[in-house]
Nanobody, 115 residues
Framework: QVQLVESGGGSVQPGGSLRLSCAAS????????MGWYRQAPGNERELVAT???????NYDASVRGRFTISTDNAKNTVYLQMNSLQPEDTAVYYC?????????WGQGTQITVSS
């Protein structure tokens, strides 16, 4: 089993910044991809950004240029730096890790962008 612990959520005004972290622990043997998804009320869970073990990144068009995904492979941790946050970014953000072909999800952390 792999455990994912997320941190860094909270409330911020439009235009503000937040940084999410997700640390993976447990039976880690081959992480091929880490990423972030989000789910707003009434909506399906959607991809925000992913990063592969080789460093290839992928962003949803709505966050490209504002959000940056990165990893600390030594710590099995993935980060999401979120700048220029807007109300439409309000959602529960979930960490996702692909380890040995299996997918694991974090518990989710709430991001609220409001004035």
């Amino acid at each position: 089993q792999v455990q994912l612990v997320e941190s860094g959520g909270g409330s911020v005004q439009p235009g503000g910044s937040l940084r999410l972290s997700c640390a993976a622990s447990g039976s880690i043997w081959s992480i091929s991809r880490m990423g972030w998804y989000r789910q707003a009320p009434g909506n399906e869970r959607e991809l925000v950004a992913t990063i592969t073990s080789s460093g290839t990144t992928n962003y949803d068009a709505s966050v490209r240029g504002r959000f940056t995904i990165s990893t600390d492979n030594a710590k099995n941790t993935v980060y999401l730096q979120m700048n220029s946050l807007q109300p439409e970014d309000t959602a529960v953000y979930y960490c996702n890790v692909r380890n040995g072909g299996l997918l694991y999800w974090g518990q989710g952390t709430q991001i609220t962008v409001s004035s």
